[in-house]
């Protein structure tokens, strides 16, 4: 935590403002700005007004939505950021050898967001893009980021949480959740069958650097007409296994 004197709480509300768009909430006006951002509905409508005029929001006089101008920041970070430029060319080379698509995650708060991918002979997964932020109970990659938290901070990332159900086999009940974390904990890696989507398996390890810490995790996605769990477990589990451990020196 920061002084007070230090903290610029216009930014921290500006920035709210510009989280509470999502693709469940397209288009807000600043009545609902507000309810998502936690602000009054005249200070919501400052904010949506000063990001429209700085180029950040489109309107139409009553609504606001995203403009292309947001994506400088996620172009940046992919830019400059060093994990992203590290794990492409191995995320590449295990694209080239199979027709799966490769993604590498970070954990960020309730989600995960994808930093880097790579696919080779068909279509990546709908929705895996670069930026994209998916939940992280329900997929191999926030699993396994939730195992290598310390017991002590996953109890506090579960106090109080109800866990979303997205489809019809998304495990929702959170002893089952806590005992499943466990089971992660113990294997080292993480398959999560059409929990997020159905038809869309996917398979993650973690990525550790040097001093043992998890800093990121890397997944295979695989549809049901390439799913195959004994050979995931006979291949691609080493392939994946093998690339952390290449990785490793360079984290």
Same mark, same amino acid.
């Given at each position: 935590?920061?002084?007070?004197?230090?903290?610029?709480?216009?930014?921290?509300?500006?920035?709210?403002?510009?989280?509470?768009?999502?693709?469940?909430?397209?288009?807000?006006?600043?009545?609902?700005?507000?309810?998502?951002?936690?602000?009054?509905?005249?200070?919501?409508?400052?904010?949506?007004?000063?990001?429209?005029?700085?180029?950040?929001?489109?309107?139409?006089?009553?609504?606001?939505?995203?403009?292309?101008?947001?994506?400088?920041?996620?172009?940046?970070?992919?830019?400059? %950021? &060093? /994990? !992203?430029?590290?794990?492409?060319? @191995?995320?590449?080379? $295990?694209? *080239?050898?199979?027709?799966?698509?490769?993604?590498?995650?970070?954990?960020?708060?309730?989600?995960?967001?994808?930093?880097?991918?790579?696919?080779?002979?068909?279509?990546?997964?709908?929705?895996?893009?670069?930026? %994209? &932020? /998916? !939940?992280?109970?329900?997929?191999? @990659?926030?699993?396994? $980021?939730? *195992?290598?938290?310390?017991?002590?901070?996953?109890?506090?990332?579960?106090?109080?949480?109800?866990?979303?159900?997205?489809?019809?086999?998304?495990?929702?009940?959170?002893?089952?959740?806590?005992?499943?974390?466990?089971?992660?904990?113990?294997?080292?890696?993480?398959?999560?069958?059409?929990?997020?989507?159905?038809?869309?398996?996917?398979?993650?390890?973690?990525?550790?650097?040097?001093?043992?810490?998890?800093?990121?995790?890397?997944?295979?996605?695989?549809?049901?007409?390439?799913?195959?769990?004994?050979?995931?477990?006979?291949?691609?589990?080493?392939?994946?296994?093998?690339?952390?451990?290449?990785?490793?020196?360079?984290?």
């Amino acid at each position: 935590m920061i002084a007070p004197a230090d903290y610029i709480a216009g930014i921290a509300k500006g920035l709210a403002v510009l989280e509470s768009f999502d693709t469940e909430r397209q288009r807000l006006n600043a009545t609902l700005a507000a309810q998502r951002a936690g602000l009054t509905r005249a200070a919501a409508r400052r904010h949506l007004l000063t990001l429209a005029d700085l180029g950040y929001l489109e309107t139409d006089g009553s609504y606001f939505w995203l403009s292309p101008k947001v994506l400088r920041f996620s172009g940046s970070y992919l830019a400059s %950021a &060093r /994990l !992203p430029r590290v794990l492409q060319p @191995t995320l590449n080379r $295990l694209a *080239a050898q199979t027709p799966e698509s490769f993604s590498a995650v970070v954990l960020d708060g309730d989600e995960v967001v994808i930093v880097a991918r790579s696919g080779s002979h068909r279509m990546l997964a709908y929705g895996l893009h670069l930026g %994209a &932020r /998916l !939940p992280a109970h329900a997929t191999s @990659t926030g699993r396994v $980021l939730l *195992a290598a938290k310390s017991r002590a901070d996953f109890n506090a990332w579960m106090k109080g949480r109800e866990l979303p159900r997205l489809t019809s086999r998304t495990v929702i009940d959170t002893r089952k959740f806590k005992a499943l974390i466990d089971q992660v904990r113990v294997a080292d890696y993480c398959v999560a069958s059409e929990e997020h989507e159905l038809g869309v398996h996917a398979l993650a390890v973690p990525l550790r650097n040097m001093q043992g810490h998890t800093v990121a995790a890397i997944n295979v996605v695989a549809t049901p007409q390439t799913f195959d769990p004994s050979q995931w477990q006979r291949d691609m589990l080493p392939s994946l296994l093998d690339a952390a451990r290449e990785v490793r020196p360079l984290l």
